[in-house]
C-alpha cells in the first residue's frame, strides 16, 4: 500500500491563504487521481479537489479559491488554498489509489 505523508495547513485567518503538499512513497500511474478531502467538525469527509492526466476537478464550495497541482516526477499533490473562509476550517486528507494521508488540520479564524 503505498504511504502518503502530508505538510502544510496550520493557522490563517479570513481572507488568507495555506498550502498543502503530499508526496506518495512510490509511483502513482499518472491516469489516477490523487488529491483531497476535508473533514470539517462534526461532519462527513467531503471531495475537495483532484487531478489526473485527465484534467482537475474541484468541489463547489471551493471553485476559484483553491488550486490543485501535481509534479507526476515526484508523485506529489499540492493544494494552494485561496480566499480562505472560516468554513474552510477542517481536517484535510490526501488520496490516492487504495490510500490515505493521515490528515492536517486547517484552521481559518481571526
Known amino acids: 500500500q503505498v504511504q502518503l505523508v502530508e505538510s502544510g495547513g496550520g493557522l490563517a485567518q479570513p481572507g488568507g491563504s495555506l498550502s498543502l503538499s503530499c508526496t506518495a512513497s512510490?509511483?502513482?500511474?499518472?491516469?489516477?487521481?490523487m488529491g483531497w478531502y476535508r473533514r470539517a467538525p462534526g461532519k462527513e469527509r467531503n471531495f475537495v479537489a483532484s487531478?489526473?492526466?485527465?484534467?482537475?476537478r474541484y468541489a463547489e464550495s471551493v471553485m476559484g479559491r483553491f488550486t490543485i497541482s501535481r509534479n507526476y516526477a515526484t508523485d506529489t499533490v499540492y493544494l494552494q488554498m485561496n480566499s480562505l473562509k472560516p468554513e474552510d476550517t477542517a481536517v484535510y486528507y490526501c488520496?490516492?489509489?487504495?490510500?490515505w494521508g493521515q490528515g492536517t488540520q486547517v484552521t481559518v479564524s481571526s
Open positions: 488520496y490516492a489509489p487504495e490510500s
Open positions: 512510490s509511483s502513482i500511474a499518472r491516469h489516477w487521481a
Open positions: 487531478i489526473s492526466t485527465s484534467g482537475t
